[in-house]
């Protein structure tokens, strides 16, 4: 997938899937179906280390992660986040943070907000780096927005956003995430940007859906927002399989004598030559 071809959906109203991924075993398991793009995203800091909020995301983990992932796919299209300030202190910085990036395996780099962040993404595009920019909730302001609360209810806040968001695709992003804002409000932005929209907690109206892989295959524990749907409950299906091993070894019934090596009889060696492997 390119970036050509995710906004080539918008023009056919075709609705884009995307997915966030840590690791490569699941990026195998999406690559296998008709997932757009896939997000490195800071998230990865709570879900796969354990962190309150993004902001501990650094270029340590993302880069790691990104490695990860990227050698677990091959259709769609890898977006890496920028972590925690790392596009706030100037060009040198955010160059060697965007290029590392890169050379992890990442396609496109996003990046929160907008205020601010004009010569970044301008300079980013035109060094030949796609931008995807991120608008509404931007989890790396939790403590700015005074917590994970939804964005834009008043017409204020909506037309700053709507005004953000014509800022950011003028500037050169190929496609925005909208993070929890009113359905209406991702609606008109929707429709008065030529750049895909790709909606978290956004309602329908936008011209795709990410959600957080762990959030809804059931493996995040009580996290359970209302934008939330569980698709598959692989947390319980995990908890059954771990049980299922401790019960297993405890009773002595794992391993039986089908998972258990035997030497080779002797006529056995001398014929191969040397032992058999697993
Ligand atoms: O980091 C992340 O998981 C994200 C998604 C919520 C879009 O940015």
């Not at 709507?162 to 993070?179: K, R, Y």
């Not at 809804?216 to 091993?245: D, H, R």
Request: aromatic content about 6%; charged content about 15%; proline content about 4%.
């Amino acid at each position: 997938m390119t970036i050509l071809q995710l906004q080539k959906r918008k023009q056919q109203q075709q609705p884009i899937t995307m997915l966030t991924c840590y690791d490569t075993w699941s990026a195998k398991l999406l690559d296998q179906q008709a997932v757009d793009c896939v997000l490195v995203g800071d998230s990865v800091a709570m879900v796969m280390h354990g962190y309150e909020s993004t902001i501990y995301a650094d270029m340590a983990m993302m880069t790691m992660h990104t490695k990860a992932v990227s050698r677990g796919l091959t259709k769609p299209l890898l977006v890496a986040d920028m972590p925690f300030m790392s596009y706030r202190q100037g060009f040198s910085k955010v160059v060697e943070c965007a290029t590392e990036l890169m050379q992890a395996g990442a396609q496109a780099v996003k990046l929160e907000g907008a205020k601010g962040n004009e010569q970044v993404v301008r300079h980013l595009v035109e060094s030949g780096i796609p931008v995807m920019g991120h608008l509404g909730l931007t989890p790396q302001s939790v403590h700015q927005l005074g917590g994970h609360k939804i964005q834009g209810k008043d017409e204020k806040r909506a037309n700053e956003l709507l005004q953000e968001a014509m800022d950011l695709q003028a500037w050169g992003c190929f496609a925005l995430v909208l993070e929890c804002i009113p359905e209406s409000l991702a609606q008109r932005l929707t429709q008065q940007l030529t750049i895909p929209t790709i909606g978290i907690g956004a309602g329908r109206y936008v011209d795709g859906q990410v959600l957080v892989l762990q959030d809804m295959i059931g493996c995040s524990g009580e996290f359970y927002p209302k934008f939330l749907q569980t698709f598959a409950q692989v947390g319980n299906a995990i908890g059954q399989g771990v049980g299922a091993f401790c019960q297993a070894v405890q009773q002595r019934d794992f391993p039986s004598q089908a998972h258990c090596y035997e030497p080779l009889a002797p006529q056995a060696v001398e014929k191969v030559g040397h032992e058999t492997s697993a």
